[in-house]
């Protein structure tokens, strides 16, 4: 359990979404959790905390650009002034697309995919890390993929770059921090059924002229459990980690892939 625990989510306003499950799952344990999104979610966080508030006790919610320093400051400012600081940090927030050629790939799409996936949980770590060691108490999750491990077919070159860097990020935090009684561990989901798995089907569809759910058959045929994951069950393994039940497990990277194997 993670009661009286404050726990901030990035990534977290579609209530399809990773974030928003692993939001509902800490909160069902206890936790005080902050939903936040990109500027320009307001909406939508608006509805998925009303969502988390009819069954759960929950804090609040933010708009933040993880891939903007100021922006990060300035929402866990605002956390820290109306919630207190947070003990938990959940970084979630990503972003996917691209071409599975490599050569089709512009320098735009690797700036993205850098900026949000590994230098959004560097500026959300900067900004949760220092009160953490003061108090020598914190767990961080970062969300990385299955291809931060291996890379796998019709994945952009620039989003498994990325998340290999954010696997690398989160073992040479957890290194450094451990003393200070600071857990960081990693995330890799594989195939888990969300837009982001809808929107890779649809493309690869488009690219190899064959219907999405052709697309979806052949890559649940490389999974041993034979189907896609659901968001909740990363989230229980996010919230597995965070929690006292894991206080011996730091600078691990999980897959959460069914027996998907995790690429070349």
Do not use: W
């Not at 320009?40 to 320093?69: F, I, Q, W």
């Not at 969300?143 to 954010?166: D, M, N, Q, R």
């Amino acid at each position: 359990m993670v009661t009286d625990q404050l726990a901030v989510v990035t990534g977290a306003a579609s209530p399809a979404g990773i974030g928003f499950a692993i939001a509902q799952e800490l909160a069902r344990q206890g936790a005080s959790v902050i939903i936040s999104d990109a500027p320009g979610s307001e909406d939508r966080l608006a509805e998925s905390l009303e969502k988390l508030r009819a069954d759960y006790h929950t804090a609040g919610k933010c708009t933040m650009d993880v891939s903007n320093p100021r922006s990060v400051e300035a929402a866990f400012a605002k956390i820290s002034s109306e919630y207190g600081e947070a003990h938990i940090l959940v970084n979630n927030a990503g972003v996917g697309g691209g071409s599975s050629e490599f050569l089709a790939l512009d320098d735009s799409d690797f700036r993205s995919a850098l900026d949000v996936n590994l230098m959004g949980a560097v500026n959300c770590c900067r900004a949760v890390l220092p009160h953490m060691q003061d108090n020598r108490r914190g767990a961080i999750i970062n969300i990385a993929s299955l291809c931060g491990l291996g890379a796998i077919p019709e994945i952009p070159a620039s989003y498994t770059a990325s998340k290999f860097a954010v696997i690398g990020f989160t073992k040479a935090i957890a290194l450094e921090y451990a003393p200070f009684g600071i857990r960081v561990n990693a995330i890799c989901p594989g195939a888990i059924n969300t837009d982001m798995r809808t929107q890779l089907f649809d493309r690869i569809a488009e690219e190899q002229g064959i219907s999405s759910s052709e697309a979806q058959a052949a890559e649940d045929a490389t999974i041993a459990m034979g189907r896609g994951g659901e968001a909740a069950e990363v989230a229980r393994t996010v919230a597995f980690l965070v929690s006292d039940d894991a206080t011996y497990i730091t600078g691990t990277a999980i897959p959460v892939a069914g027996g998907m194997a995790p690429g070349l």
